[in-house]
T-cell receptor, first 113, second 110 residues
Framework: DADVTQTPRNRITKTGKRIMLECSQT?????MYWYRQDPGLGLRLIYY???????NKGEISDGYSVSRQAQAKFSLSLESAIPNQTALYFC????????????FGPGTRLTVL | QKEVEQNSGPLSVPEGAIASLNCTYS??????FFWYRQYSGKSPELIMS????GDKEDGRFTAQLNKASQYVSLLIRDSQPSDSATYLC??????????FGKGTKLSVIP
């Protein structure tokens, strides 16, 4: 079984809709991250969480919100999706005992029409 | 603004040759350095980490770090067509956040 899972894997939605992307991990890691990847722009950090009570904005948090429901679950929401949020979204985790090393989930391909 | 620079490529090498991928970074206090491999449409997969100056070898992969020059590289020996992918360089400063380069696309020609 995969250590980091993301649902859904693919999603097509319309402008203005609310979307939630979910991430679960069985690695036992404290830290979780959400990234988006766009062609030519690389990976950009949206939000990160060091534990259930600690949520931090990343480089591009506008238009997004997150919820850390448990140590193993970290959700990303788009309250009102817009076309320029079309991208590949990755969840990642890291262990506080292994400096900076991050492991990625399989990704969600989101298309906003 | 922390920056990680990579040549976007594509870098083409014949099968069996050595592929050399390079990365420079701007933050002098960077402490950890990673190489990820990403196949098209897939997630980044960690293949090497390095924390100290010098070389680190793992199978056909060798990571090289020179903190004075703010330079990290990845050598892939005996390149195979299955190595064809985009390679991402990532740099950390001990804050549990990483800064990623935009990646170098490698193509290994049979």
């Amino acid at each position: 079984d995969a250590d980091v899972t993301q649902t859904p894997r693919n999603r097509i939605t319309k402008t203005g809709k609310r979307i939630m992307l979910e991430c679960s991990q069985t690695k036992g890691h404290d830290r979780m991250y959400w990234y988006r990847q766009d062609p030519g722009l690389g990976l950009r950090l949206i939000y990160y969480s060091f534990d259930v009570k600690d949520i931090n904005k990343g480089e591009i948090s506008d238009g997004y919100s997150v919820s850390r429901q448990a140590q193993a679950k970290f959700s990303l929401s788009l309250e009102s999706a817009i076309p320029n949020q079309t991208a590949l979204y990755f969840c990642a985790t890291s262990d506080l005992n292994v400096q900076d090393t991050q492991y990625f989930g399989p990704g969600t391909r989101l298309t906003v029409l | 603004q922390k920056e990680v620079e990579q040549n976007s490529g594509p870098l083409s090498v014949p099968e069996g040759a050595i592929a050399s991928l390079n990365c420079t970074y701007s933050d002098r206090v960077s402490q950890s350095f990673f190489w990820y491999r990403q196949y098209s449409g897939k997630s980044p997969e960690l293949i090497m980490s390095i924390y100290s100056n010098g070389d680190k070898e793992d199978g056909r992969f060798t990571a090289q770090l020179n903190k004075a020059s703010q330079y990290v590289s990845l050598l892939i020996r005996d390149s195979q067509p299955s190595d064809s992918a985009t390679y991402l360089c990532a740099v950390g400063a001990g804050s549990y956040q990483l800064t990623f380069g935009k990646g170098t696309k490698l193509s290994v020609i049979p």
